[in-house]
């Protein structure tokens, strides 16, 4: 079974540009999340969907940060513009659909510099 | 507010040796438990949960895990590390409402010397 993919795995910029990146879930996940890493500390949730709808967005800095899964598979997140303290490792993780505790499935993350 | 702290941020081992890595967490609510591992370059692996029942989980790699209600902690610990075992160890916890949000901590970088 193939795993979360997510691309690209590294990305430069520089502040004021934007930046996007993808995420494929495992096939038949219907929930999909985003985290942000900064280095030294641990995932932050910046958003979750159930489908192709957004559970909770409440940690993404919508002014400059934007997610979308418009067919209930694959997601974008885009940052418009970044800024220095936008670099970190960005991790897209899926798990089953249903009630109750799902075990969430992490993709290898996207390792962002903004110089 | 929920929070999960993990005591070291780097705990340095000789192979062979026991270890133990140390999360508490703090919820108003119940609280499901995790250890993730994070090798270099690469995204979180499930180590073990606590859902419920037996407050000692085990999990994969010889990991094992307690969970202590009354003092709010859910400890790794390992018998015997593997150099293999040198990685970045998370705590968190999952909410049990809703869409069950997960909170990690900072994590403990586990280092294994020869």
């Known amino acids: 079974e193939a795993g979360v993919a997510q691309s690209p795995r590294y990305k430069i910029i520089e502040k004021r540009q934007s930046v996007a990146f993808w995420c494929n879930p495992i096939?038949?996940?219907?929930?999909l999340y985003w985290y942000q890493q900064i280095l030294g500390q641990g995932p932050k949730l910046l958003i979750q969907f159930q489908n192709n709808g957004v559970v909770d967005d409440s940690q993404l800095p919508k002014d400059r940060f934007s997610a979308e899964r418009l067919k209930g598979v694959d997601s974008t997140l885009k940052i418009q513009p970044a800024k220095l303290e936008d670099s970190a490792v960005y991790l897209c993780?899926?798990?089953?659909?249903?009630?109750?505790?799902?075990?969430?499935?992490f993709g290898p993350g996207t390792r962002l510099t903004v110089t | 507010a929920q929070s999960v702290t993990q005591l070291d941020s780097q705990v340095p081992v000789f192979e062979e040796a026991p270890v133990e890595l140390r999360c508490n967490y703090s919820?108003?609510?119940?609280?499901?438990l995790f250890w993730y591992v994070q090798y270099p370059n690469q995204g979180l692996q499930l180590l073990l949960k606590y859902l419920s029942g037996s407050t000692l989980v085990k999990g994969i790699n010889g990991f094992e895990a307690e969970f202590n209600k009354s003092q709010t902690s859910f400890h790794l610990r390992k018998p015997s590390v593997h150099i293999s075992d040198t990685a970045e160890y998370f705590c968190?916890?999952?909410?049990?409402?809703?869409?069950?949000?997960?909170?990690f901590g900072a994590g403990t970088r586990l280092f294994v010397k020869a």
């Open positions: 993780a899926s798990s089953l659909p249903g009630t109750g505790f799902r075990e969430q499935y």
């Open positions: 096939s038949g996940h219907a929930t």
């Open positions: 968190a916890v999952s909410l049990n409402t809703g869409g069950f949000k997960t909170i």
């Open positions: 919820s108003s609510v119940s609280v499901y």
